[in-house]
């Protein structure tokens, strides 16, 4: 989302999009749970047709059909079956799968004895909308799920170590190296990402919908316009032109908007060098908010000072 909007902010006319497919997985997860439950065949992701709003990795869908039918209702009775409910006040974390993975500590996919996507469960039962996005994302963007560094195995999702970004920071140069050294891959396949699709369609070549982040001119009821958004756009030669999708529950769009109001905030405090405000956004995140004011304002300067970027 920064991203995008930062884009916006310096170039105002760019045309520009940003893109991500942990909605695609969503639809995945609707398409099986549709098979498992009916029995019929499980449709591919493209066959189901859905309203997406929100944010990057807080997406919300607010609609979902397949060939008519309603595929939020199937998914809430199948998600409130007895076997996949947490209940509040019944789940105990066992701290002996607490193990170390390279050097830092994670959690080994414990689950609770209840299956992935607790957090997506949770938030769609809560909300009546689903929680469109993998449970590690989700969980950044509410104050419930990250309380201390057991709390996901509550919730059965895995931390993603800092060593586990470094290794990939360093190995990906060193893989990409050796594939050109190659002069080819040696195992070509789908990524499942849009990138060509949206380029045929934007020459002219074919026509779709798929959802993609870019900024609200109305699109989107209940979020300010200019900031960036994820909605549906409709792909074509005459470029990409987002699509009409109404408004998130009351209590969601709460949610949403205080990440807005400081993704907005954060853009702003980079663009004008104002360290003051980049603060007040920092601990008006919902995880940073639950930090102490003094150790809130060391971890802030020490990120700050590990990016090089300089305020003043």
């Given amino acids: 989302t920064v991203c995008t909007r930062s884009l916006y902010e310096v170039f105002p006319k760019i045309k520009a999009f940003g893109c991500c497919h942990e909605v695609f997985g969503t639809q995945d997860k609707l398409g099986q749970v549709f098979s498992e439950v009916t029995g019929a065949k ?19 869908i607010t609609k979902a059909e397949y060939k008519g039918q309603d595929l939020i209702k199937t998914f809430i009775k199948y998600i409130n079956r007895p076997e996949l409910v947490n209940k509040f006040g019944k789940s105990k974390v066992d701290r002996s799968k607490y193990k170390p993975l390279g050097g830092i500590n994670t959690l080994y996919d414990p689950r609770n004895g209840k299956s992935e996507g607790q957090v997506c469960y949770e938030l769609t039962r809560r909300f009546g909308v689903v929680a469109a996005a993998g449970d590690r994302h989700l969980a950044e963007f509410v104050p419930w799920f990250l309380t201390d560094e057991y709390s996901c195995q509550r919730f059965g ?51 779709f919908i798929t959802n993609v982040n870019i900024p609200n001119v109305g699109q989107h009821d209940g979020i300010p316009l200019g900031a960036v958004v994820e909605t549906n756009a409709h792909f074509s030669s005459a470029g990409v032109k987002p699509v009409y999708s109404g408004a998130l529950p009351p209590l969601v769009n709460q949610l949403v908007m205080r990440h807005v109001t400081n993704q907005e905030a954060l853009v702003k405090a980079v663009r004008t060098k104002n360290e003051d405000l980049a603060f007040s956004a920092f601990v008006n995140d919902p995880l940073t908010s639950r930090i102490a004011l003094d150790d809130a304002w060391k971890l802030f300067k020490t990120m700050v000072k590990k990016t090089k970027f300089k305020f003043k």
Avoid: C
């Fill in 42 to 60: 499980r449709p591919g992701r493209e066959e189901i047709k859905i309203d997406v709003l929100g944010i990057n990795h807080f997406t919300w």
């Fill in 157 to 207: 999702f895995r931390l993603t170590p800092y060593a586990y970004r470094k290794i990939r920071f360093n190995q990906g140069p060193k893989v990409l190296r050796h594939i050109l050294k190659a002069g080819f891959y040696k195992d070509l396949k789908d990524s499942g990402e849009e990138y060509i699709n949206q380029m045929l369609a934007i020459l002219g070549k074919t026509k």
